[in-house]
């Protein structure tokens, strides 16, 4: 995903923190510095309701004379944004860790602002497979936030100073309460939440996935509309509108990703690439270059030397180049060098994800260091349009 930062690895499997989760951290310290008291209260009240329906429970009452001093709502927040942030963590490795057991590659992990995202490497797991490593998160997750709500009892019990007390069970409160809430709203039964896999995994035993997935990103989306005109319309709420954005996107993304990998299942590289490839010399001028893309209307070209290729050049390349310094500058002066490149028998699905990950519209196709041919992104929805029929 573009905008993350990979921070490490755990079983092999990278872990990468999107931009946004960053912003998480700041967001919630101020969310929480400006009403500790209301905050208090609020995290009171949900304990005590536990208390009620569990009798055997003490009830929890938050000393906020440490909690509201100064700058300790601020460290506090902190505190609650690295919490969070480990509670999501946990959940997503839940996932990947049963989806390994399953076999199943897993890329990377991606910490969002709202959530993670576990990118598997292969094919869509089976939907035998995908109820298991669906459910695992949202249970871990529940699961958390018992551990982080016995702890609060646990503070409460001890003979620490009550102000002390009041902020350690006010984070472990806070972080209770949020990882089931994390449980909660993974359980909604739309896409990208985890209750839409659950759906989906469902759904497919009795059709064909592609279907099932389409269904369960169309709840997606419409649950994403609704929540959406609640939060511009009932009750105006930034955070409720950019969650429902979102969700809409995530629905959205996940049918595109199954479409294409139902679609382009089995075909490789050689089934689609074109084998009639123009190229360009590396000495060749960029005048001429420029010529050439008007004439065969390509904005790219593959650069051979002596049937090698060299390089890549696109209208990009020319772009960069000063327009003062074009008639004197040859292909090999502004073309790129490192390039993605697969080699025929390559999977079709492997090229497209490629070219999404990277954001490139092509990729030489070679045998050895010799061109074979090329595919583009066009020629990929051309044959996913055909075989839709
Ligand atoms: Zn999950």
């Keep these: 995903m573009n905008g993350s930062l990979a921070i490490g690895k755990i079983f092999g499997i990278p872990v990468k923190l999107h931009i946004t989760f960053l912003l998480a951290i700041p967001l919630f310290a101020w969310l929480i510095g400006r009403d500790v008291e209301l905050t208090a209260r609020v995290i009171e009240g949900f304990f005590n309701l536990a208390s009620g329906i569990f009798g055997f429970l003490p009830t929890i009452s938050i000393d906020t004379s440490l909690l509201g001093a100064e700058f300790i709502p601020y460290l506090v927040g902190v505190g609650v944004a690295l919490g969070l942030f480990f509670g999501v963590f946990i959940h997503e490795l839940a996932h990947s860790l049963l989806a390994l057991r399953h076999g199943i590659r897993i890329h990377s992990i991606t910490l969002l602002i709202l959530g993670g995202v576990s990118s598997i490497e292969d094919d869509l797991p089976e939907p035998r497979h995908e109820l298991p490593m669906a459910l695992a998160g949202p249970l871990t997750s529940l699961a958390l936030g018992i551990l982080f709500g016995l702890m609060v009892y646990l503070v409460n019990a001890t003979a620490i100073s009550p102000p002390l007390a009041g902020a350690s069970i006010f ?5 209770g309460i949020l990882n089931v809430m994390l449980f909660a709203f993974n359980l909604i039964p739309a896409f990208p939440m985890d209750g839409g896999r659950v759906l989906r995994a469902w759904l497919a035993t009795r059709m064909p996935l592609a279907r099932a ?10 649950f994403a509309v609704l929540m959406g005109l609640f939060g511009v319309l009932l009750v105006f709420n930034p955070i409720l509108i950019i969650i429902a954005f979102f969700i809409y996107i995530g629905a959205d993304q996940e049918s595109m990703m199954v479409r294409y990998n139902v679609l382009l299942k089995d075909l490789r590289v050689s089934d689609v690439m074109a084998r009639e490839v123009i190229t360009v010399s590396p000495t060749t001028p960029v ?3 420029i010529r050439m ?3 065969t209307k390509h904005l790219a070209f593959p650069v051979v030397d002596q049937g090698v290729l060299t390089g890549m050049v696109t209208l990009d390349d020319v772009h960069r180049t ?10 090999r002066d502004i073309m790129t060098r490192t390039l993605v490149t697969l080699p025929p028998d390559a999977l079709l699905t492997a090229a497209f994800r490629l070219m999404t990950q990277q954001g490139i519209g092509r990729i030489p196709i070679v045998e050895g260091s010799i061109l074979a041919g090329i595919v583009t992104r066009t020629d990929i929805l051309r044959v996913m349009e055909l075989r839709e029929i």
């Excluded at 984070?171 to 972080?175: E, F, K, R, W």
């Excluded at 000063?322 to 292909?331: G, H, L, S, T």
């Design 287 to 289: 005048p001429e270059l």
């Design 293 to 295: 893309m008007y004439a």
């Design 171 to 175: 984070v472990l409160g806070y972080l």
């Design 322 to 331: 000063p327009e003062i310094d074009r008639d004197a500058r040859q292909v």
């Design 213 to 222: 997935t389409k269904i369960a990103a169309d709840i997606g989306k419409a």
